[in-house]
Nanobody, 113 residues
Framework: QVQLVESGGGLVQPGGSLRLSCAVS????????MGWYRQAPGRQREMVAT???????EYADNVKDRFIISRVVVENTVYLDMNKLEPEDTAVYYC???????WGQGTQVTVAS
């Protein structure tokens, strides 16, 4: 069975950086599209970044200048490097296997001074 386990969330000051990790088991990140989503209180879950099976990344407009999604095949892990964080980035971040119903448990990111 597929399991996605996020880690790396925490409290960071505006302008800071944070790296989120998604450890994947039961599926290879090299043969499945992966994505990062986030959900803030009172808002719907939104796509943050995706990486296709060929490695092509795609980003939401409000993060494309600041975030980088990547994968390390040997680790079977997907990363989200977040830079120049803003309070609006505060949310629970979820790892997702595209075209599936598999989600991680989420990791909290709080951006506040």
């Amino acid at each position: 069975q597929v399991q996605l386990v996020e880690s790396g969330g925490g409290l960071v000051q505006p302008g800071g950086s944070l790296r989120l990790s998604c450890a994947v088991s039961g599926s290879r990140v090299s043969v499945s599209g992966m994505g990062w989503y986030r959900q803030a209180p009172g808002r719907q879950r939104e796509m943050v970044a995706t990486i296709a099976t060929n490695g092509m990344p795609e980003y939401a407009d409000n993060v494309k200048d600041r975030f980088i999604i990547s994968r390390v095949v040997v680790e079977n892990t997907v990363y989200l490097d977040m830079n120049k964080l803003e309070p609006e980035d505060t949310a629970v971040y979820y790892c997702h296997k595209m075209m599936s119903n598999y989600w991680g448990q989420g990791t909290q990111v709080t951006v506040a001074s």
